[in-house]
């Protein structure tokens, strides 16, 4: 099967969320559609107006990858030391972060999470970020391998504060 990565627009909010759903059903975990999950709804508010990034992977059959990244000012401490910043522990020396890498269930095996996870690692080095952050849950053990593949160290971990109050990894990449 065949795919393209691509900038998302707006008009993408409707496949991106049915694409993270499917993955979110696929585990058991819950959906909030106007809590955790209301940035999936308006990728130009959340994402786009903010100057950050939202890619999809799609297929002749529609939105079947999402992945995005988010620029910030460098976390304090240390790069990689776990820090707290904002009520949340967080990935210090960090200045951007990979979000919402989500392949659907029936995508998977393609290459589709490594192709979004160029696509956003290339983009932060364009833009001279310094490290990348990401929060991972520890059940998705495949994106796991995938981020180690691209340099990714683990720092630690948190409970996340989605719905299911779900344990992550904190990982960091490097640029």
Same mark, same amino acid.
């Given at each position: 099967?065949?795919? @393209?990565? #691509?900038?998302?627009? %707006?008009?993408? =909010?409707?496949?991106a969320? =049915? %694409?993270v759903r499917a993955v979110y059903e696929e585990y058991g975990f819950t959906?909030?559609?106007d809590g955790y999950h209301a940035d999936l709804y308006n990728?130009?508010?959340y994402y786009l107006a903010n100057g950050h990034r939202f890619y999809v992977a799609e297929t002749p059959e529609g939105i079947v990858g999402t992945v995005a990244l988010e620029f910030f000012p460098a976390l304090p401490g240390a790069q990689?030391?776990?820090? #707290?910043?904002e009520g949340k522990?967080?990935?210090g020396g960090c200045d951007c972060a990979l979000n919402r890498l989500y392949v659907h269930p029936g995508a998977r095996r393609l290459g589709i999470g490594r192709a979004l @996870?160029?696509?956003?690692?290339?983009a932060a080095r364009l833009e001279g970020r310094g490290a990348m952050e990401i929060w991972s849950d520890k059940r998705f053990l495949a994106a796991h391998q995938l981020y180690a593949a691209f340099? %990714?160290?683990? %720092?630690?971990? #948190?409970?996340?504060?989605?719905?299911d109050v779900s344990p992550e990894w904190g990982l960091f990449i490097r640029l």
């Open positions: 099967m065949s795919f @393209t990565v #691509r900038p998302a627009s %707006a008009a993408d =909010a409707p496949g969320a =049915a %694409a959906w909030e559609e990728l130009g508010d990689g030391e776990l820090v #707290r910043f522990v967080r990935v @996870t160029r696509q956003v690692i290339e340099g %990714a160290i683990q %720092a630690g971990d #948190r409970i996340c504060d989605d719905p």
